[in-house]
DNA sequence: AACAATTACAACTACCTAGTTGGAAACTGG
DNA sequence: CCAGTTTCCAACTAGGTAGTTGTAATTGTT
C-alpha cells in the first residue's frame, strides 16, 4: 500500500470540518477526528501542527470553497439579492460555512485580527466584488455585504428564534428565503436610488 | 456570619453569565465560575443541577432581562426602526446577550425545542409586540423581527466579518448602526405599504 | 438547650484530553 | 539491493474535567 499523503489530510481535513462545524472549538475532540478520518491523531500535528491551526485550515478551506460555490454575478441591486438568494439557499442545505463563521466569531472574538489576516486571499476577492453596485461608496458596498451575510448566516444558526418568533409551518424557508431576498434588494435599491441622486435624502 | 442562599445564588448566575458569554457551553469550566464567584462548586449541583441547567438559568435570564431593558414602544415602520436602533445600541455597550443566543444556537442546535419551551414567558412579551405593525400579518411581523435581531446581534459576534468587509476607520460602529436603522425602516415601511394596497405587489 | 434541617466546603473519584514518543513499515535515489 | 527518509501507529504522559461525598458549621423550632 502506497502512502497516499494528500489523500490522508484531505481525509483530516473533512473529519475536522463536521467536527468542528458540530461542536466549535473548544468541544471538538482531536480523537474524534482521527477516528472518524480512520487515520492516527499523531498525523494531525504532523500535517497542521495543533488543534488550532487545524480549525483555522478548515475555516479557510470552507470560505474559500463557499466563495467559489456561490459567487456575486451580475451588477444593481437585482444581483445583490439574486446573490441572497443563492448564498440563502446554499446555506439551507449545508450550514457548514455559517456554523464555522459564528464559531470563529465567538471562541476567537478577543484576537480581532485573526481573520482578516487569515482570510487576505479572500480580501481580495471581497473587494472585488464589491464594486458589483456601481455609483456607490465601497463603505455602503460593504454595509450591504455584512448584511446579506447576516441575514443568510443567521438563519440556519439560529433555528430556535425562527421557531420563537414565527412558528413552524410548512413552507416556512421558503417564506424566510423570501424576506430576505426582497429586504436586500429594498437596501441595495436605496443605496442605488442614493448614488443618482447624492442631494435626495439627508 | 448568616448564609444567605439568594446572594449565593446572585453570585454564581452573575460569574456564570460572564463564563458562559466568553467561552460557551463546551468552554466554560465550571471550577473556573466557582472561583469568580468565590463559592464552593458543589453549591452549583444543589442550586442549578449540573452544567447544562445552569446554562440554561443564565440564558433565560440573560433573554429576560434584555427584553425589559430594550422594549419595543409605539407601533409603525419608526417605531420598529427605533427599536432596532436601540437593541444595536444596547448590544454594542454589552454583547452578553447575543453572544449567549449564538452559543445556543450553536451547541443546541439540534434540540430545536429547547429554547422556545423554556423561552415560554417569553414568547408572550414577543406575541405582544409583533403587533407593532398595524395591517402586518403575523407571520410577516415576525419575520421583520427575526431581521432586526439577525442583524443587531450578529455585529458584535462578528467583528471579524465587519473587518473584512468595511475595514476599521473611527466612526464605523456609527456608521453600521444607520446602515441597520435605514434596513430595518426599508422593510417595516415595505410591509406597512403592502398592508394598506394587499394587491399592489405581486 | 436540644433537635432536625439546611448551608457550606475540602477532598476525592473516575474519566477524559491535547499533545508526545519510540519504533516499525513503506517508499526513494543510487 | 541498500542506506536514508518519510509515513504510520500503539502506547504513553501530564494535566485537566464534571460531578460526589463526608463532615462541620449555622439556622430555626420547640
Not at 485550515?57 to 451588477?75: K, Q, T, Y
Not at 451575510?149 to 440556519?156: E, G, Y
Not at 412558528?167 to 436605496?190: D, F, K, N, S
Request: proline letters at 4%; one cysteine or more.
Amino acid at each position: 500500500m502506497a502512502w497516499d499523503t494528500e489523500r490522508t489530510k484531505a481525509l483530516l481535513l473533512q473529519a475536522a470540518t463536521s467536527e468542528f462545524c458540530t461542536r466549535g472549538l473548544a468541544g471538538a475532540r482531536i480523537d474524534r477526528i482521527a477516528a472518524e478520518a480512520g487515520v492516527n491523531k499523531e498525523r494531525i500535528y504532523q500535517y497542521f501542527g495543533n488543534k488550532n491551526a487545524l480549525f483555522d485550515a478548515v475555516i479557510v478551506a470552507a470560505l474559500s470553497s463557499l466563495m467559489d460555490e456561490v459567487p456575486i454575478e451580475g451588477s444593481g441591486p437585482e444581483a445583490m439579492a439574486d446573490y441572497a438568494g443563492r448564498l440563502f439557499d446554499h446555506h439551507q442545505k449545508d450550514a457548514t460555512a455559517p456554523r464555522l463563521l459564528f464559531w470563529e466569531g465567538l471562541e476567537r472574538g478577543t484576537e480581532v485580527v485573526g481573520l482578516p489576516k487569515r482570510m487576505a486571499n479572500c480580501a481580495s476577492k471581497v473587494n472585488s466584488t464589491i464594486a458589483a453596485l456601481p455609483g456607490v461608496s465601497r463603505e455602503d458596498a460593504g454595509d450591504l455585504l455584512i448584511t446579506i451575510v447576516s441575514l443568510c448566516d443567521a438563519a440556519p444558526v439560529l433555528p430556535a428564534l425562527d421557531g420563537l418568533m414565527a412558528g413552524a409551518e410548512p413552507g416556512r424557508a421558503e417564506r424566510r428565503r423570501a424576506a430576505v431576498v426582497r429586504t436586500v434588494y429594498l437596501a441595495a435599491a436605496a443605496l442605488a436610488a442614493e448614488a443618482k441622486a447624492p442631494a435626495a435624502t439627508a
